[in-house]
């Protein structure tokens, strides 16, 4: 019997609730459509859902400024329509996680509608408030990072956009309040939560100016032009030095604490990731998060082995490092923040092998993985063309700013801002050939456009159909994982360090150990493994490959066809 908790050898599965399903046909997706799709999650063999929040919220920010923490949005449908989806999902053995927004709340929810409305009501601090903007320090969505009230005459400050109030976390009001909020979820049996942007929720004390000459949007058009390496590293010295003092400060660490104390209270191991890279925010391993995001394997332009190995390194011995227990690893290569994994990593000529190569890096490397919905059918990012269809509102500001501001023309404005705006990899989900993608009845307007490759194989029916369809190949790759202890459990052994055009490890558990051989290049391999310690010897019976091999053990010489994926059990002679 394995000892890692069920967070830790599980599959987590992001769901983006106004782009899944749509159960009652208006365009947007919502409980009754996710219901209803559960069979093909449980079919697609993850263990655990993030689902992004649900809550009431006006969308500013697609649902991330939330004005009611303990309801569900009327376009999603009715709490008891979320108990049945929880319900029917713990039925299947899939868990549920809950997207927690700590840092802000929307400027309509009642505790911000209460606090700006005076200088002396009970929730007057609730808010970070400060009579003249006492520094120049700037939104990360639009511009200034304090908005003016007439009210009081006075002025809010705000990390994300100014419809995203940062909440006071000073205050001990604030805190019960929010862990209220938590609670409320914990009792109906959520398994825990993601926490979002939690780096935010404490600025500098000494609100330290920043020192980038350059507003918001004249950095976002610098970055945007930026070419030589010059420039390059100037944009990201820009962008770190612009938001420095607005994230990161040590006050997380004890609110961290705080609601890890209130989710062991729960029974049945409920769990935290948080959006951060930050192993810090670990803890000692056992008193803070559970799980932070390795980012760091996705910021990059291209994946490659080297970069995998320097990471993995990096990680795991930091993660080993925590001081009561180890930390536990948890990957992932895109989500709804970030240019899906299809287009991003792909390179002209081979974007369906590497669509492949990558999912299988994600779910053999050691550690905890999430998907995020639709890289299983290879979504790509879809460019609008049209400003009118600019749901992010980050996008929208963009396009304003540099039309308006700086005169850039409305086409490359355009161009841009499809870039840059997440609508692009939020697309509603293609689940048939048939118009509008299976997503939503043909006649009606979708609240995002759907991709039109839905109608080339870009979608879950056909694929199902099909044995050789990315789909399929996800599905194995998980059945394979889920049978195997070493892939599951085992420790990470790099081997052929040096190799620039392949990436091989062995996962070393107890009772199994397992060779993953991942070939990032064109070309045909003859590799050979007689002479490492883990694998020569021993005789390969192979799990898994993507070039379908019928042969089922092999020797420790092995030829690799360009892009595979080789997976072998190491079968020690007797
Ligand atoms: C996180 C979310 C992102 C959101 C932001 C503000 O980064 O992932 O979608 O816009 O926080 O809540």
Not at 433 to 452: K, Q
Not at 511 to 527: A, R
Request: glycine share 6%.
């Amino acid at each position: 019997m394995s000892n890692l908790k069920w967070w830790q050898s599980a599959v987590f599965y992001q769901i983006y609730p106004r782009s899944f399903a749509d159960g009652n046909g208006d365009g947007i997706g919502d409980f009754k459509g996710i219901t209803e799709k559960l069979n093909y999650i449980a079919a697609l063999g993850v263990d655990a859902l993030w689902l992004s929040p649900h809550f009431p919220s006006p969308n500013w920010d697609c649902g991330y400024d939330i004005s009611d923490y303990c309801n569900v949005a009327p376009e999603y449908g009715s709490m008891e329509d979320f108990k049945v989806f929880l319900d029917e999902s713990h039925k299947r053995n899939i868990r549920v996680i809950l997207d927690l927004v700590l840092n802000h709340t929307s400027d309509e929810h009642s505790w911000f509608v209460e606090s700006r409305s005076s200088r002396d009501n009970p929730k007057a601090d609730w808010y970070v408030w400060a009579d003249t903007p006492p520094n120049n320090w700037q939104s990360c969505f639009d511009g200034e990072a304090w908005t003016y009230v007439p009210e009081r005459d006075q002025y809010y400050y705000h990390y994300f956009m100014k419809q995203q109030p940062d909440l006071n976390w000073h205050n001990p009001e604030v805190k019960k309040a929010m862990w209220d909020a938590a609670r409320f979820w914990l009792d109906l049996g959520v398994d825990g939560f993601r926490l979002d942007a939690l780096g935010t929720i404490f600025e500098d004390p000494n609100l330290t100016p920043h020192t980038v000459p350059m507003t918001l949007a004249e950095l976002r058009r610098f970055s945007d032009l930026a070419k030589t390496p010059e420039e390059l590293e100037l944009k990201d010295k820009y962008w770190n030095d612009m938001f420095k003092n607005q994230w990161g400060q040590l006050g997380v660490h004890d609110l961290m604490k705080e609601l890890r104390a209130i989710l062991d209270e729960y029974e049945g191991d409920r769990m935290l990731v948080g959006e951060d890279d930050n192993i810090d925010y670990m803890g000692n391993g056992n008193d803070e998060l559970h799980l932070v995001f390795n980012f760091p394997l996705m910021r990059t332009e291209t994946i490659t082995p080297d970069h995998v190995r320097e990471n993995q390194t990096e990680r795991l011995k930091q993660l080993d490092a925590l001081s009561a227990k180890k930390g536990w690893p948890c990957n992932t290569l895109g989500n709804h923040d970030c240019s899906r994994i299809y287009t991003r990593y792909g390179n002209k000529l081979h974007h369906a092998e590497l669509a492949r190569l990558h999912a299988a890096l994600v779910l053999t490397m050691k550690g905890t993985a999430f998907l995020y919905n639709g890289e299983e059918i290879g979504m790509t990012d879809h460019m609008l063309t049209d400003i009118s269809q600019v749901k992010d509102t980050m996008g929208s500001w963009y396009y304003h700013a540099i039309v308006t501001d700086m005169g850039v023309h409305p086409d490359e404005a355009m161009a841009r801002t499809a870039e840059m705006t997440r609508d692009k990899n939020r697309t509603p989900m293609q689940w048939t050939s048939h118009p509008n993608a299976g997503f939503s009845p043909m006649e009606v307007s979708t609240w995002l456009p759907v991709n039109p490759n839905y109608k080339n194989g870009i979608n879950v029916r056909d694929q199902e159909q099909n044995p050789s369809s990315l789909l399929h190949y996800y599905k194995h790759l998980l059945r394979v994982r889920k049978s195997s202890s070493a892939l599951k459990e085992g420790e990470y052994i790099p081997l052929h360090t040096e190799q620039k055009d392949y990436f091989a490890f062995v996962r070393q558990a107890d009772k199994q150990s397992v060779l993953v051989i991942l070939n990032f290049s064109n070309n045909h391999l003859e590799l050979n493994f007689s002479t490492t310690k883990e694998v020569g010897g021993s005789n390969l019976k192979i799990l898994f490959s993507s070039a379908e091999r019928r042969i089922e053990e092999i020797s420790s010489t092995l030829k690799l066809n360009p892009f595979e994926v080789f997976i072998a059990e190491v079968v020690h002679s007797k």
